[in-house]
């Protein structure tokens, strides 16, 4: 199966027709599916003002009403890395009739900031989406925040660490996705960020794990050395006990970043079955049309 997938990748990137040969867009150069997207202004801050970049559905769905949005954030250890990076997932799931984004925020080599900041603007970006749905065409309840890694991290912030909003937002709009899509994530007990999490225990979502939780699916790989298959494991019992949907994807021998980048092997059948259990709690597009 692996050596198949492997061998259709490497024609798509030969010959340039990702849609000819797995049928979707998401095996496009980054380059070119940024400047395809809709660049859309969310938050001005003092470093910098910050962009979504949107993927509207292809037109099988342009008919649609409302349908969820998925928005997507980079990893890096909240140290490095930009949008461009998670425009192919963004693109599988716009490929699948979600509107998918792939949003920046700041990060310490560009912007000389902490995961604070990063916290602060992942919590903006699903308030803007969800203030702006009606634009954007999405349903306001059915904002879905994905990430790897770091991005998994603040990914997981807006649903389960409180507080930490940015200062003069209109915090009446809650910044809580209402559904969860983490890759190998930073969750805040064993692994990456121990420093951080020392001094930041309020910024740690596996230390408030409740009842009432958003469906959640993460993936992460059986050797990954940097965010432990035991701490998503950890999790997800946390979530399972409080009676949440949670789902954990075991990625044999994989190790960190287990399912990116899109031309990973392991990518297609994780995000496939992330998108079955989306759908499987009530996400699905096709509700939307």
């Given at each position: 199966?692996n050596r ?6 490497s024609?798509v ?5 990702s849609?000819?040969?797995?049928g979707g867009?998401y095996?496009?150069p980054?380059?070119q599916l940024m400047?395809?997207?809709q ?5 001005r801050?003092p ?14 769905t342009?008919n ?13 250890g909240?140290v490095k890395?930009?949008?461009s990076t998670?425009?192919g ?5 716009r490929?699948?009739g979600?509107?998918a984004i792939?949003?920046?925020?700041r990060v310490?080599?560009r912007?000389?900031?902490t995961?604070l900041?990063?916290i602060?603007?992942a919590k903006s970006a699903?308030?803007f989406?969800?203030v ?15 990430g790897g890694?770091?991005?998994g991290h603040?990914a ?14 209109d915090?009446?709009?809650s910044?809580q996705a ?6 190998n994530?930073?969750?805040g007990?064993h692994?990456?960020?121990g ?6 225990s ?9 009842k ?18 035991t ?7 946390l979530?399972?006990e ?10 044999k021998?994989?190790?960190?970043s287990?399912?990116?980048?899109v031309?990973?092997?392991?990518f297609?059948?994780?995000v ?13 597009p096709?509700?939307?049309?």
């Open positions: 199966m198949i997938l492997i061998f259709l990748v024609l990137l030969m010959t340039g027709c849609q000819c040969a797995l867009t095996l496009l980054a380059e400047a395809e997207s660049k859309v202004l969310y938050k801050t470093q910098e003002d910050l962009y979504l970049y949107v993927l509207n559905p292809t037109k099988a342009s649609r009403k409302s349908v969820p949005a998925i928005v997507c954030f980079f990893g890096g909240w890395g930009d949008p998670m425009i997932t963004a693109a599988w799931f490929d699948q979600y509107v792939s949003a920046d925020y310490r080599s912007h000389g900031t995961p900041e990063c602060q603007d699903i308030r989406v969800r702006h749905a009606q634009q954007l065409g999405v349903d306001p309840q059915k904002i879905i925040a994905d890694s770091a991005g603040i997981s912030a807006t649903a389960l660490v409180k507080g930490h909003e940015e200062p003069g937002e915090t009446t709009v910044s209402n559904a969860l899509v983490l890759h994530p930073v969750l007990g692994g990456f960020g420093s951080f999490f020392n001094q930041h309020d910024c740690a979502p596996v230390n408030f794990v409740t009432g939780l958003p469906p959640t699916v993460l993936s992460c790989g059986t050797k990954d050395p940097v965010t432990p298959i701490e998503a494991q950890h999790f997800t019992a979530m399972r409080n009676g949440n949907h949670c789902e954990l994807i075991e990625v021998y994989a190790g960190h287990c399912d990116w980048p031309t990973n092997p392991n297609l059948p994780t496939t079955r992330m998108a079955a259990f989306l759908k499987e709690n009530g996400f699905s096709e509700a939307g049309k």
